[in-house]
């Protein structure tokens, strides 16, 4: 359904993307520079999750049209509209404006 578009990991067919990049300067911890690119849903077409090798990857959890973006959750998808928004709020300083909030509203 799915193809494999870029990994520095062992390439599985299923996933949209994989990809571990290893940022030297940080500490306790791993920078994923590439799947940060992802945008937030509260509604998303898309979830990432890490592999047994150490690989951030994201698959896809409906079927997506041709040109849809990816999207993936920055928080817990089972909170409340305003629980979600109150975190993104305070964790990644936007209001979310997704098709799910726009219509709890």
Known sequence: ??????SSCVPQPHYVYS????????????????AARFNHSC???AHQ????????T????????????????????RLSGQERRAKLRKNF???????RCLAEQ
């Not at 990809?19 to 520079?33: N, S, T």
């Not at 994201?58 to 998808?77: A, Q, S």
């Open 1 to 6: 359904m799915t193809k494999f578009v870029q």
């Open 93 to 99: 300083a936007f209001e979310c404006a997704c098709v």
């Open 43 to 45: 509604a998303p077409n």
């Open 58 to 77: 994201v698959d896809t959890v409906r079927r997506v049209k041709k040109g849809e973006e990816l999207t993936i959750p920055y928080v817990d998808t």
């Open 19 to 34: 990809h571990r990049c290893v940022d030297p300067g940080a500490e306790g911890g791993e920078h994923y520079a590439s």
């Open 49 to 56: 999750s890490f592999d047994a090798h150490g690989c951030v």
